[in-house]
């Protein structure tokens, strides 16, 4: 057998076995042993029966007395005593009728189970039991306990491990032997070995630092590497013009706060370089980052280069333009700033293409459509990219290919990045961040609510809309289901618009509909010929209506910390009070983590929370597909990313060949193109 060997040919594994692996993405032998355990149950300490306490236990005992029998029809109990020379102890097994005949009397077993009360009394329920003499790998030790398939239970995947595991030392060791060797890790094969068949928590400990570590040291190599690369790459160098700079400012309405200065000053420090900028700009929802686009926009207008700002929606593309239009005004730019988004009519869009290729148009603010329509945009010298995750790096490139040079290229985010995560991921970027929002704000009044307080907060409700204000409704779902316990935009339009807030101008906007339509409710809205706007999540990025006040998250556990913030971000833009209810499911005792909603109104603070109970991959993870599929480092571990990162730029200093190891160079290889941004 050889690693590369389908898992149908270990024994035991017949086809049926290897679809339900197949399944679980395991398709080879090398697969199942780089299958890690989701956590761990800790059955190492035998006790004698007399001093078992309830929780998970080994015994070693004989087992006696078994008999089985149907309870009802579907309904099997086999009840057994186990004997050492202490005392005795029940056993009980649900549906496992073959335990009566499978179980030898008068030899040794171990007895692995849950020692729990069943019917007023104590007994130990359905345990693993493995003779003595045999190599156990079920009971008597720190057991792994794996993501399961229908038919395929952790205890059958240790058995059929058990069988390969000596295989791990055909595995190739995946760093270079100085890098184990100067950070004192574990081989590869030592650690793969325990963290399937553990002999002690620290031995367990040692193993998951050793592939965590290599999860973080492959993610910063590949952005460093990016880094690298970058800096022989050459752009279009901008001049920085104060003159202008000062003009722009002393146009706008109020005064940047000194974060605003400050990233704005590190963009033009950028651009005045041919090596081409590749920043990232960090800020809350409504810290004012548009304000900071328009501004390296236009000194690269002013020398005569296009600029491209591409947004994830028609809706935020519409937005911006109009932003960026009226920012630009009083210079007299405004009519260089031209939008192309899919919607467009034919007429509009090819004169919006001939003013883009005779660079009537500089400022060219659209969605997808600005890559995927035959755009000729050949003077272009600056990307901004909005909600950069959100597009994939082959959409970044192509427009970067447009332009037939490397570009200066700023990308944006509202949503905050601990800054681990963003050392591993994005190591190669330069992050400026707006951590505050302007002085005007106040902070957002955040409540969680009991759906039995509804009525209540309707009132509350009503005299903000009685004011003049508007208000955000947010469901987790568009249509109702019979499968989800939760509330849908069709139902809660209907709701209000003909029960609760029939007084009021209520709007439905979702994903599902036209962009037209969606455009159309979306203008009535701020325009306010609504009051009200029912909705899917489609408005959490960017959405400004400074008019709106109260926003009403319907299901709100359901949702993840970062995006309620996110989804709050949309009230409070003016100075007026904003309100956020969190409506919850049940009238349950809400998590602590809903409670860090109501007492933090920073962003930063919440990604971590969200970061350390839910996982990188959880938050991220959905659109940085699989590069924070991170299976054993915990990003929370600054000791371990600082170490990796530190023998990952070592690697990079020593000129390393990395051809030489073969699975490090082809995950790289891959992570470049996923934590690349440039
Ligand atoms: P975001 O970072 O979410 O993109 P925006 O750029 O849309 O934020 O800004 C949100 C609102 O704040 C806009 O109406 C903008 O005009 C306003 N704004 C931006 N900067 C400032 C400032 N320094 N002082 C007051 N208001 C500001
Ligand atoms: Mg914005």
């Known amino acids: 057998m050889k690693l590369t060997s389908p898992v149908g040919e270990v024994k035991g594994v017949g086809p049926a076995l290897q679809k339900t692996f197949e399944s679980l993405g395991i398709a080879t032998v090398q697969d199942l042993l780089l299958y890690y355990p989701r956590k761990y149950q800790d059955y190492s300490k035998i006790e004698t029966i007399k001093h078992i306490r309830p929780g998970p236990i080994t015994v070693k005992a004989e087992i006696k007395d078994i008999k089985g029998h149907y309870v009802r029809r579907g309904m099997h109990i086999t009840e057994a005593v186990a004997s050492d020379e202490t005392d005795s102890v029940r056993i009980v097994w649900f549906n496992q009728p073959y335990r009566e005949h499978q179980t030898k009397r008068g030899v040794e077993y171990y007895i692995a189970g849950n020692f729990e009360l069943s019917r007023q009394r104590l007994a130990i329920m359905n345990p693993s039991i493995e003779l003595v003499s045999d190599f156990p790998v079920n009971t008597a030790r720190i057991i792994p306990v794996y993501k399961e398939a229908k038919g395929l239970k952790s205890a059958q995947i240790r058995r059929i491990l058990k069988q390969v595991i000596p295989m791990v030392d055909q595995l190739p060791e995946l760093l270079p032997d100085w890098i184990v060797q100067d950070q004192k890790l574990l081989s590869r094969a030592e650690a793969l070995h325990t963290i399937h068949f553990p002999d002690s928590s620290e031995r367990l400990k040692r193993a998951k630092e050793r592939l965590g570590f290599d999860e973080v040291f492959e993610l910063s190599l590949a952005s460093l590497l990016n880094k690298h690369d970058l800096m022989n790459d050459r752009a279009v160098a901008v001049p920085f013009k104060e003159r202008l700079a000062k003009t722009f400012v002393s146009h706008l309405p109020f005064t940047l706060t000194n974060e605003q200065r400050k990233s704005i000053w590190q963009i033009y420090l950028d651009m005045q ?93 659209g969605t997808h459509a600005l890559i995927q329509e035959k755009v000729d945009m050949q003077q272009l010298g600056l990307v901004i990219i909005d909600e950069q995750h959100r597009f994939g790096v082959d959409q970044r490139k192509a427009l970067q290919a447009k332009a037939g040079h490397a570009l200066h290229v700023l990308n944006m985010t509202a949503t905050p990045i601990p800054r681990s995560l963003a050392l591993t991921l994005y190591g190669e970027l330069d992050i400026s961040v707006i951590a505050h929002k302007p002085q005007n704000r106040k902070p957002i009044k955040t409540k969680i609510i009991s759906p039995h307080a509804r009525k209540t907060v309707y009132e509350t409700i009503k005299k903000e809309l009685n004011d003049g204000h508007q208000m955000f409704v947010v469901c987790p779902l568009i249509t109702e289901s019979d499968l989800l316990h939760a509330r849908s935009t069709e139902k809660v339009y209907e709701e209000m618009k003909t029960r609760d807030f029939k007084k009021y101008r209520v709007g439905l906007l979702h994903g599902k509909m036209k962009a037209e339509e969606k455009n159309q409710v979306m203008e009535q809205f701020a325009a306010h010929e609504l009051d009200i706007l029912v909705s899917t999540t489609v408005i959490e990025v960017g959405v400004n209506v400074p008019n709106a006040t109260v926003m009403l998250v319907e299901n709100a556990e359901r949702f993840g910390l970062a995006q309620i913030h996110q989804l709050r971000g949309r009230v409070g833009r003016s100075e007026a009070q904003g309100y956020c209810f969190l409506m919850m499911t049940d009238a349950q005792k809400p998590s602590q983590r809903l409670r860090a909603l109501e007492s933090s109104d920073d962003g930063f603070t919440l990604a971590e929370l969200d970061l350390e109970i839910r996982g990188p991959g959880a938050i991220y993870g959905t659109f940085q597909h699989g590069a924070l599929d991170l299976r054993m480092a915990k990003l929370t571990d600054s000791r371990l990313i600082s170490r990796a990162r530190n023998s990952a730029q070592a690697c990079i200093d020593r000129k390393e060949n990395l051809l030489k190891y073969r699975e490090l160079y082809e995950n790289v290889t891959k992570l470049r193109a996923v934590t690349n941004l440039n």
């Open 273 to 365: 370089k041919t090596r081409p900028m590749n920043r990232l700009l960090e800020g809350d929802v409504g810290s004012g980052k548009t304000v900071v686009a328009a501004m390296a926009a236009l000194m690269a207008m002013e020398q005569g280069f296009q600029v491209a700002l591409m947004a994830p929606t028609e809706l935020l593309a519409r937005q911006h333009a109009e932003t960026i239009y009226e920012l630009l005004q009083p210079l007299g730019y405004a009519d260089q700033v031209g939008l192309l988004v899919g919607g467009l009519k034919k007429a509009q869009k090819d004169l919006t293409h001939h003013k883009i290729k005779d660079g009537t148009i500089r400022f060219i603010v």
